[in-house]
C-alpha cells in the first residue's frame, strides 16, 4: 500500500496562491490515480481534483475549475494542487489519496474508495 506525505500548507491572504505537494512511497506510483480532498470543520471530507496515472485526464470539482490545478511528476512519486486566486472558503484541511480504479480516468472518487490517505495540511485564507 503506498504511502502519501503530504505538504505545502499555510496561511494565505484572499487572492493569493499555495502549492501542495503529496509524495508517495511507492516505486508504484503509475498504479494509482491520485486525487486531493479537503474538510473544514464541522464539515464532511469533499473531492478536489483527481488526475490518472498518465497525467493526461483531470477532474475537478466545480468550485475550483480555473483556480485550482492537479499535476503529477511521476519520475519524483509526487502530485501536487496549485491554488490560485484562494477564497476563505477554501480554508480546510487538504489530504491527498491514492485510487487504483480510477488509475486510466483520473475521474472523481469517493473518500470510501481512497485506498491509501496522507496525513493532511492546514489551508487558511484570511479575508
Known amino acids: 500500500q503506498v504511502q502519501l506525505v503530504e505538504s505545502g500548507g499555510g496561511l494565505v491572504q484572499a487572492g493569493g496562491s499555495l502549492r501542495l505537494a503529496c509524495a508517495a512511497s511507492?516505486?508504484?506510483?503509475?498504479?494509482?490515480?491520485m486525487g486531493w480532498f479537503r474538510q473544514a470543520p464541522g464539515k464532511e471530507r469533499e473531492f478536489v481534483a483527481a488526475?490518472?496515472?498518465?497525467?493526461?485526464?483531470?477532474d475537478c470539482e466545480e468550485s475550483v475549475k480555473g483556480r485550482f490545478t492537479i499535476s503529477r511528476d511521476n519520475a519524483k512519486n509526487t502530485v501536487y494542487l496549485q491554488m490560485d486566486s484562494l477564497k476563505p472558503e477554501d480554508t480546510a484541511v487538504y489530504y491527498c489519496a491514492a485510487n487504483r480504479d480510477h488509475v486510466n480516468t483520473g475521474l472523481r472518487f469517493n473518500p470510501d474508495d481512497a485506498d491509501s490517505w496522507g496525513q493532511g495540511t492546514q489551508v487558511t485564507v484570511s479575508s
Open positions: 488526475i490518472s496515472w498518465s497525467g493526461r485526464s483531470t
Open positions: 511507492a516505486r508504484a506510483f503509475i498504479n494509482y490515480a
